[in-house]
């Protein structure tokens, strides 16, 4: 007998026999890292039919979510589509089951980094890298720094730049960092989860 997995391909039953112990080590090593059940989800999809990002993605979160169920680790880290969740956990409040899809996806994100380096597609880790420069920086997101960041660690000198001049003249875009009176302390967090990292 076959059945179709999420990555569209089918597998009969005596491969998934083969592959059992695998799939409880995953399942664990995921359960074990960020707190959640993969079990818990039925596959409803109701996490899917409301992501604003789905349409971008080649595999939706409750086939991302099912991907875990069945071991498909390789599958799972080579795709891009976990990347490309905004973590605005609509797929959370929509669950029937009361699961956190948004929290598996980012937890999945931490798991992929610490085991293959920085692996994400160059631009989101480009944007991800700038974005928490200018909080260690200034405590908030400087956008006229956060912008030229990101444009020079990905590559994308020329995108958007005819929107600058409109941004700057209705006064959307500073050209001077504001930086807040408690961003010792951040730096301070931002440290001491650096050190954690490197235990």
């Not at 409301?50 to 979160?61: N, Q, V």
């Not at 480009?126 to 405590?139: E, K, M, N």
Request: hydrophobic share 35%; proline share 4%; aromatic share 8%.
């Amino acid at each position: 007998m076959e059945k179709e997995t999420a990555s569209g391909e089918s597998e009969n039953t005596s491969a998934s026999a083969h592959h059992g112990h695998a799939e409880e080590s995953f399942r664990s090593e995921v359960r074990q890292a960020i707190g959640l059940n993969p079990a818990k989800c039925y596959q409803c999809g109701k996490c899917s039919a409301g992501c604003p990002m789905a349409s971008e993605m080649t595999l939706m979160p409750h086939e991302m979510i099912r991907l875990v169920q069945l071991d498909r680790r390789d599958r799972l880290m080579q795709d891009e589509s976990m990347w490309l969740c905004l973590t605005c956990e609509t797929c959370t409040a929509r669950c029937p089951n009361g699961f956190d899809p948004a929290r598996m996806l980012d937890g999945l994100r931490e798991m992929s980094l610490r085991a293959h380096g920085e692996n994400a597609p160059r631009r989101i880790q480009a944007f991800h890298s700038s974005f928490l420069d200018q909080i260690r920086s200034h405590g908030r997101v400087f956008e006229f720094g956060l912008v030229f960041a990101y444009k020079m660690r990905s590559g994308a000198l020329f995108d958007d730049v005819l929107n600058a001049p409109g941004m700057y003249f209705r006064g959307k875009l500073k050209l001077t960092p504001h930086t807040i009176d408690g961003v010792d302390d951040v730096r301070r967090i931002f440290d001491a989860c650096m050190a954690e990292e490197e235990r």
